[in-house]
């Protein structure tokens, strides 16, 4: 992350602390509850931390923002095709305003599955996400004013300047900006 970087994050998410450490915590992890507890009864879980992270998101975003922005969700782990490809932060933004039009769109596709960042002990740099990653060209128009990329976790910042890198190629002059449910809070011995 650079000091220019526009980012904004609702709450805090304390890594190996457990879905009871905060409500932060427990929306995060709902959300991640994987595609094979479709249909079980935890995954109502699933449902309500959206509609929470829809209603947490539409609460900081002004009537502007969410009447121009286009927003882009960073893709998951898994290609589109894959079962285990999850949207729930594309879910999350159609449920912000749900009976009014906004802008979203899954403008970034990733081209190669990956592990989830949340499972995984080593992490990418973001010129190595960014070539998974590629421009959907059928949603590139109308020219957009301004991004805003959105996910759940802002951790290490590496998949948003890894979205942040492929938009401004793309659209050279349009801002890109990040919204996060939760950043990651340092553990005592990264501070």
Same mark, same amino acid.
């Given at each position: ?9 609702? #709450? ?18 709902? +959300? ?8 079980? &009864? ?14 947490? +998101? ?7 923002? +969410? ?9 998951? $782990? ?20 749900? &009976? ?11 081209? =190669?599955? =990956? ?11 973001? #010129? ?11 949603? =590139? &128009? ?12 802002? =951790? ?8 942040? $890198? ?26």
């Amino acid at each position: 992350m650079q000091e220019n970087d526009v980012c904004a994050f609702i #709450g805090e998410y304390t890594a190996h602390a457990g879905y009871e450490h905060s409500q932060t915590n427990q929306i995060v992890f709902n +959300l991640k509850k994987p595609m094979n507890r479709r249909g079980k &009864s935890d995954w109502r879980y699933k449902a309500a931390a959206i509609a929470e992270a829809a209603s947490a +998101l539409g609460s900081v975003l002004s009537k502007r923002a +969410l009447d121009t922005y286009t927003f882009v969700p960073i893709p998951p $782990s898994r290609v589109r095709d894959d079962p285990d490809y999850d949207d729930r932060m594309v879910q999350v933004l159609r449920e912000i305003r749900p &009976s009014q039009r906004v802008d979203v769109r899954e403008l970034i596709v990733q081209t =190669t599955n =990956t592990a989830p960042v949340h499972g995984s002990v080593t992490r990418m740099r973001p #010129g190595a996400i960014a070539k998974l990653y590629q421009i959907d060209e059928e949603l =590139t &128009s109308p020219q957009p004013e301004a991004f805003v990329v959105v996910d759940d976790v802002l =951790t290490t910042g590496a998949h948003f300047k890894a979205a942040q $890198s492929v938009l401004t190629k793309r659209f050279p002059t349009v801002p890109v900006r990040g919204l996060f449910i939760a950043r990651r809070a340092l553990e005592q011995n990264e501070e």
